[in-house]
């Protein structure tokens, strides 16, 4: 590489790239352009080190989790205070909207569960969902937290446990 390739090169390295997302803006560093190399490879035209699109995909899928998990737990929430859970998530009001750009999220009760979904809207993302049920003659809650077992499945399809993907949601 040449004097002003390596200028050209250092510039872009320096780019960041901001992937907002919504309840957090995520920052990443040292993305590799055209005309640079990363660990000796070149990355190509408008290359970008796949690393730092892996850490992208996560931060937009931690989103789905997080969200998941707090419908959940405002829903164990709203059973205490009302004695049934909320039908939609305007009636839940946990501060989760309806839409983001990496998700769509909806809450409902079904045969005495509530349960909260988070629909993946790339198709690169795993979709969430969280269920919540009561045993009222223990006076004990269940929660779990579901994802897909594989990114573009529908969130209703969610069988994986979040925390420990090897292991099936019960």
Known sequence: MGGDDSLICEQKTKTMLSLRVSFFPLVLTGLTMSACSFDGNSQGSGGVDETYVNQALE???????????????????????????????????????????????????????????????????????????????????????????????????ADRDAKDPSQACE
């Open 59 to 157: 931060a937009q899928q931690s989103e789905g989790q997080t969200y998941t998990g707090t419908m959940n737990r405002t829903q164990q929430a709203f059973y205490v205070e009302t004695a049934r859970f909320a039908e939609s998530l305007d009636e839940l009001k946990a501060g989760v909207p309806n839409t983001t750009d990496s998700y769509q999220y909806t809450t409902q009760v079904i045969a005495g569960k509530a349960v909260s979904l988070a629909q993946s809207q790339n198709p690169q993302l795993r979709s969430f969902k969280g269920i919540i049920e009561i045993d009222e003659t223990k006076g004990i809650s269940r929660s779990a937290l579901c994802i897909t077992s594989e990114p573009r499945m529908p969130a209703e399809e």
